[in-house]
T-cell receptor
Framework: DTGVSQDPRHKITKRGQNVTFRCDPISEHNRLYWYRQTLGQGPEFLTYFQNEAQLEKSRLLSDRFSAERPKGSFSTLEIQRTEQGDSAMYLC???????????FGEGSRLTVL | DQQVKQNSPSLSVQEGRISILNCDYTNSMFDYFLWYKKYPAEGPTFLISISSIKDKNEDGRFTVFLNKSAKHLSLHIVPSQPGDSAVYFCAASVGSARQLTFGSGTQLTVLP
């Protein structure tokens, strides 16, 4: 039984560079979520997909952020022109359509220097 | 604008005693509430949930209580064990979208 997996686990980049994170959800789950967590705070919702359709985006998701789930399976989150304020843990979660529980991956930690 | 608040950043409890973690919310539209546990370097893991049509849900050592009039929920852990030491997040959602709004977490330390 594989859970939600995220890659890379840790990314260090210089300000202005682009970064991309990948999430592989639990295979039978058709909902996929991205959250961001900063130190001392709980996870904050960024966006979610039902299959390949991106159904909701938070106002936290600026124009520099883009998420895709092209075939309704894995998802990518790209951050363009990174800023130091983007440094955070990016968490992916998945659930069944009517599922009440979100299953989280271990996260991808981004450090922008 | 924090819609879900956990006002205690930390809590220490002796092994075997009860741990009570509290959570308050402001959005009356929330109809589903969850507790997640998080160990360092891991993602949050689901612990227990409750629908707004109930006021109590129990699962082994864990019980969640919901007081809708006070917009308050609590998680009781009895008896507390050292392995329960973790950060506990309260979360809430509206409808079937399951977009969760999290509190800032409470670090529980269970002392042996």
């Amino acid at each position: 039984d594989t859970g939600v997996s995220q890659d890379p686990r840790h990314k260090i980049t210089k300000r202005g560079q682009n970064v991309t994170f990948r999430c592989d959800p639990i295979s039978e789950h058709n909902r996929l979520y991205w959250y961001r967590q900063t130190l001392g705070q709980g996870p904050e919702f960024l966006t979610y997909f039902q299959n390949e359709a991106q159904l909701e985006k938070s106002r936290l998701l600026s124009d520099r952020f883009s998420a895709e789930r092209p075939k309704g399976s894995f998802s990518t989150l790209e951050i363009q022109r990174t800023e130091q304020g983007d440094s955070a843990m990016y968490l992916c979660a998945s659930s069944e359509s009517q599922g009440a529980k979100l299953f989280f991956g271990e996260g991808s930690r981004l450090t922008v220097l | 604008d924090q819609q879900v608040k956990q006002n205690s950043p930390s809590l220490s409890v002796q092994e075997g005693r009860i741990s009570i973690l509290n959570c308050d919310y402001t959005n009356s539209m929330f109809d589903y509430f969850l507790w997640y546990k998080k160990y360092p370097a891991e993602g949050p893991t689901f612990l227990i949930s409750i629908s707004s049509i109930k006021d109590k849900n129990e699962d082994g050592r864990f019980t969640v209580f919901l007081n809708k009039s006070a917009k308050h929920l609590s998680l009781h852990i009895v008896p507390s064990q050292p392995g329960d030491s973790a950060v506990y997040f309260c979360a809430a959602s509206v409808g079937s979208a399951r977009q969760l709004t999290f509190g800032s977490g409470t670090q529980l330390t269970v002392l042996p």
